[in-house]
């Protein structure tokens, strides 16, 4: 019974669809990488500066993203954009805002935290050669700073791409989605197409993201020797 | 904004609200226990287990939360398993955190320094009393902040219930967006909601951080 | 005839390819004190970690009161028992009280009675001028007090021999001599038998009975304390000597 099920994934165009959904879903958290670690960078050095008004209304803009759950805030962009501003965004980029959104906010913390963590005497003994404040920052923080932020980075994008599991919910066309709708079709002729459907997706699932976790694991274990 | 409509919704949302807080209670207390046998495991290196318990926590850890649940609830009983959303909902949630919270007790039972080690060698402890005596209350106190991260990580990930139909908050939201319609105070409500629970568990976890900081390390 | 209470028989240690150890030779009689002197990385530490287990050794053997040392983990747990050892770093358990640091392993490791060995540790403890700290937990100690009770917490042990691992390296100039007095005066008063690596000349001058001078792994010479300070054997220990400025 269990093999005929098996047959699902690889009837008419269906192994194709699901590639599709999963490219569909890498797409989104990619570019929404992209958008918010840059956002976050800059949020996050703006957290690093004296203003005090910055600084609040940046923790603000984190502690929303602590508190408000990722499903929540999809929702969030879902109904208040089209129905409240007349935004009417495809369903992809509104995840994509959505996210942009909450990895600026992780990433702000990232990026302050690595760069607070630069020591004290590798600043002074930067500025003690000469360096101005950017020299300092491009020659003896950044480099410093990525090195203690990258896996905490990686981190941050295996849950990014876990994440857009939750695209479905909000309509896009993501794998689970297409794998539910090949369940439904088949599922006279299958019925334990599910099982084999939401199998592949799984493993799917993981073997984008255990790479990353593996190279995350690496960096922090070599970190951890020096 | 229309307050009757608030009002009126307010009973749906304490369900959902009280669901939500047993579901992440009884999630938070199943994953620590999952995650402390599951590093304990790793740490004595027991043969065979250690190897399965190695997979168990990559699998779950590098999976998301929903396709856990849909398998639990949807393909499972095609295979003759059926459970009430909620079982699954919570099997799933304690299976997604043991290994988070696996992987954090690990970390601060390596992250105790050889010279304590050395010094409880040094006194003639064996295997067991380094552990009980040395590794484990230490490293526990080092794991505090990854505790406190996978707490605040699992309460939120209870929303994720709401595709299986569980009454908790988010679902609750939802299921009354459908019904009529008004996005902006169910939404408004789902938020402050998760604002009642979550404020008051951050500010104690950080209390926490800082408290086991100084009682175990004194800075 | 005095007894002897360790025997080191062609001891080589190696990382890797790397030897760092090389036909290392020597023992000890009751109640004697041997400091190991040498130039940084030339393995005093490595050979003082060695008698003490905490690091494997490849070739030789070590007697240990004429019985060979079979060098398995369960073997080494035992014989720690009667080895005492204090590190650079003190390592007090942070978690537990001062008192609770010097009971932990007497009671736990060698079941003795708790009020017993609390009676002792409260001896030991007003021995070094900090009875008065029995309840303090270790961070609120400084370097020297901490350094004091992880010599209390090794003796509390009965140990027939105490292994000094550079035990006041890390600490400020004004606390090592309130540490050093006391190690004087397990030697003076309790005949204590002890290996002591350091760099304090002086204090090596006062208590060696012998001194093994070691570079690149191996022992260079072995020599009476005093004669040691004043005619060393070799050219390389007298540069070493010279160097010191003590």
């Not at chain 2, 919704?9 to 402390?36: A, D, H, M």
């Not at chain 2, 590794?135 to 406190?148: N, R, Y």
């Not at chain 3, 400091?35 to 070739?59: A, D, Q, V, Y």
Request: hydrophobic share 50%; net charge neutral; charged share 15%.
């Amino acid at each position: 019974m269990a093999h005929s099920g098996i047959s699902v994934l690889f009837e008419g165009t269906n192994f194709t669809r699901l590639m599709g959904g999963l490219w569909t879903s890498v797409w989104i958290a990619v570019v929404s990488l992209v958008i918010g670690l840059l956002i976050g960078t800059i949020f996050g050095l703006l957290r690093t500066m004296r203003s005090r008004i910055i600084r609040f209304i940046l923790l603000l803009y984190l502690e929303f993203f602590r508190i408000v759950p990722t499903v929540v805030l999809l929702f969030l962009v879902y109904y208040i954009l089209p129905r409240q501003f007349d935004i009417n965004l495809p369903a992809t980029w509104m995840a994509v805002l959505a996210f942009s959104l909450w990895v600026a906010a992780e990433f702000s913390d990232i990026v302050r935290g690595a760069l607070e963590s630069v020591p004290q005497h590798q600043r002074e003994s930067g500025l003690a050669l000469g360096l101005n404040q950017w020299q300092l920052f491009r020659y003896v923080l950044l480099s410093q700073a990525i090195q203690l932020e990258l896996p905490a980075t990686i981190n941050l994008a295996t849950r990014v791409i876990k994440t857009t599991s939750l695209l479905l919910m909000i309509s896009v066309m993501d794998v689970i989605n297409v794998g539910q709708q090949i369940i439904e079709a088949n599922n006279q002729t299958h019925p334990t197409g599910i099982f084999w459907v939401y199998g592949l997706i799984f493993i799917l699932y993981f073997i984008v993201d255990y790479p990353l976790s593996l190279w995350s694991k690496h960096l922090t274990a070599k970190a951890e020797r020096k | 904004m229309d307050w009757t409509i608030i009002q009126q919704s307010l009973p749906n949302f304490v369900q959902g609200f009280k669901l939500t807080l047993w579901l992440s209670l009884v999630g938070i207390v199943g994953s620590i226990i999952v995650g402390i046998i599951t590093s304990l495991i790793q740490y004595f290196r027991i043969p065979v287990l250690r190897r399965m318990f190695g997979i168990y926590v990559e699998v779950a850890r590098n999976t998301p939360l929903l396709i856990q649940l849909f398998f639990l609830y949807y393909a499972f009983p095609v295979m003759g398993i059926k459970m009430t959303a909620e079982t699954c909902g919570i099997i799933g949630l304690i299976f997604l955190g043991g290994a988070y919270m696996a992987e954090g007790f690990t970390g601060g039972f390596n992250g105790v320094s050889q010279t304590q080690i050395d010094a409880g060698e040094a006194l003639g402890m064996n295997q067991y009393q380094l552990a009980w005596y040395v590794v484990l209350p230490q490293g526990l106190s080092l794991s505090v902040p990854a505790l406190a991260a996978n707490i605040i990580f699992l309460i939120k990930e209870t929303s994720i219930f709401s595709v299986i139909a569980i009454p908790e908050l988010t679902n609750t939201a939802l299921d009354l967006i459908g019904m009529y319609y008004r996005s902006n105070e169910y939404l408004l409500m789902l938020v402050i909601a998760y604002a009642i629970i979550m404020i008051p568990v951050i500010l104690l976890l950080d209390w926490l951080e800082r408290r086991v900081r100084y009682g175990a390390f004194g800075d | 005839m005095t007894e002897e209470i360790l025997k080191v028989e062609h001891l080589n240690k190696f990382y890797g390819d790397w030897q760092v150890l090389h036909d290392i030779n020597f023992d000890l009689k009751k109640g004697e004190v041997v400091t190991l002197l040498g130039p940084s990385g030339s393995g005093k530490s490595t050979l003082i970690r060695t008698l003490n287990g905490l690091e494997p050794f490849r070739k030789g053997s070590i007697y240990f009161k004429g019985k060979k040392i079979d060098p398995t983990p369960k073997e080494w747990q035992k014989l720690r028992q009667e080895i005492g050892m204090v590190f650079q770093s003190y390592d007090l358990f942070p978690n537990l009280t001062v008192l609770d640091n010097i009971l932990l392993a007497p009671t736990k490791v060698q079941g003795r009675n708790r009020a017993d060995v609390k009676k002792e540790a409260m001896e030991l403890l007003d021995r070094v001028d900090l009875a008065d700290q029995a309840n303090s937990y270790p961070r609120q100690l400084s370097g020297g007090q901490k350094q004091r009770i992880a010599i209390v917490r090794a003796l509390a042990m009965h140990p027939e021999l105490m292994l000094f691992d550079e035990v006041t390296a890390s600490l400020d100039p004004e606390m090592v001599r309130g540490v050093l007095e006391i190690i004087k005066e397990l030697s003076d008063r309790d005949h204590m038998t002890m290996i002591i690596v350091t760099h304090e000349m002086n204090f090596a001058a006062q208590i060696a009975d012998r001194v093994l001078f070691l570079e690149n792994g191996r022992i260079l010479e072995e020599t009476p304390g005093k004669q040691f300070f004043e005619h060393p054997q070799t050219a390389r220990a007298a540069e070493f000597l010279s160097s010191m400025e003590f």
